[in-house]
Each structure stands twice: as structure tokens, then as C-alpha cells.
């Protein structure tokens, strides 16, 4: 007898959603196609295809590189954001950016130069075996 219940598709890649909470540092750099959510801290660089949250207690000591990004927390590196980058009341920014849009909220802070186009930017889609400087991410 045949079931009526479908089989549900495991989520790719791309719709994944990457977290690193608020008592976890990561040493190295992070390559995703997923969104990811940062309230931890991030020492390296962090580059993904799709939308990045860096929370309030969040705190990032390298390059970004999204799609689109939400910043609450702390970055100390260059920002490389395609379509919108939004900086939050409690957001420091001590680096360049480079975006398609800015919104900056009273409050937020930014130290840096900044290259707004208007328009999105490509950004490189890359996965970790695209890459060939092998780091090791060491969660704490």
C-alpha cells in the first residue's frame, strides 16, 4: 500500500542558517552560502553569499563579506557588503566599507571610509574547498 505522507527534502546549503553563540570564539576564517548569526566572537574573516547578523554581544576582529548584513556588535576590519548593510544603534564599525546601500542608525558608529554605489555589488560566491589557504576553526 502506497503512503500518502510525502518525504521532506533536507535543506540545501543555501538556506541554512549559521550560528555562533554569544560564550563561543572561533579562530580562523569562515566561508558559507548559508545566512549566518554571530553573538560570539570571530577572530578572521568571514565571507558568505547571503545575509549576516552580528549581534549585539557579537564581535567580529577581521574582513566581512555578505550579501546583505545587520550589524548590532563590534567590527574591527573592512566590510564588503553587495546590497544593503544596516548599522545598528549599538553597532562599531572601525573599518572601510564598500556597499551598495547604507543605513546608519542614531547611535551607530563607523571609523572608516566608505564606497556607496547605489547599486548591488557582486559578491564572490566561494565554498570551502574553493579556497586554498586551509585554516583550522578552533571553537572555544
Known sequence: MLSS????????????INVIGPDTTVEGNIISNGDMRI???????????????????????GDLEAKSADISGQVKGN???GEILYLKQSSKVMGD???GKLVVEPGGEFN????????AI??????PSST????EAVAR
Open 5 to 16: 505522507k510525502k518525504k521532506q527534502a533536507a535543506p540545501s546549503p543555501a538556506n541554512s
Open 39 to 61: 553573538d560570539g566572537k570571530l577572530i578572521g574573516s568571514i565571507t558568505t553569499s547571503s545575509k549576516l547578523v552580528l549581534g549585539v554581544s557579537g564581535i567580529i576582529e
Open 79 to 81: 566590510l564588503t557588503v
Open 97 to 99: 566599507i564598500k556597499t
Open 112 to 119: 572608516g571610509t566608505c564606497a556607496m554605489s547605489g547599486q
Open 122 to 127: 557582486p559578491i564572490a560566491s566561494r565554498t
Open 132 to 135: 586554498n589557504d586551509k585554516q
